[in-house]
Nanobody, 125 residues
């Protein structure tokens, strides 16, 4: 089992930046896994934000964050990051880190087996 812990959320003004981090622990050394960031705003369904393959060679972003967000991972440190620039009020949500066994980047949330507790991101206008 892999445990995930997010950090880096907070309150920021529109146009500002935040960097989210997710640390994986547990059976990470025996498993190849892809990672993703998802978010859920009040009254809305959870949606994918960015996902990355095991190698880091394949990345997908949802259209609304392309050019503003960057996902990256460091397998040696079992971490994944989400750099968020030019933040907008509509980016306000709880952001979740997730992992799934396998090397491929996958955007469907139901394919992910491990989830962090979430970190709140609030962007004020």
């Amino acid at each position: 089992q892999v445990q995930l812990v997010e950090s880096g959320g907070g309150l920021v003004q529109a146009g500002g930046s935040l960097r989210l981090s997710c640390a994986a622990s547990g059976r990470t050394f025996t498993v190849v896994y892809s990672m993703g960031w998802f978010r859920q705003a009040p009254g809305k369904e959870r949606e994918f934000v960015a996902v990355i393959s095991w190698s880091g060679g394949t990345i997908y972003y949802r259209d609304s964050v392309k050019g503003r967000f960057t996902i990256s991972r460091d397998n040696a440190k079992n971490t994944v990051h989400l750099q968020m620039n030019s933040l907008k009020p509509e980016d306000t949500a709880v952001y979740y880190c997730a992992s799934r066994p396998g090397s491929s980047a996958v955007v469907a949330a139901d394919q992910y087996t491990n989830w962090g507790q979430g970190t709140q991101v609030t962007v004020s206008s």
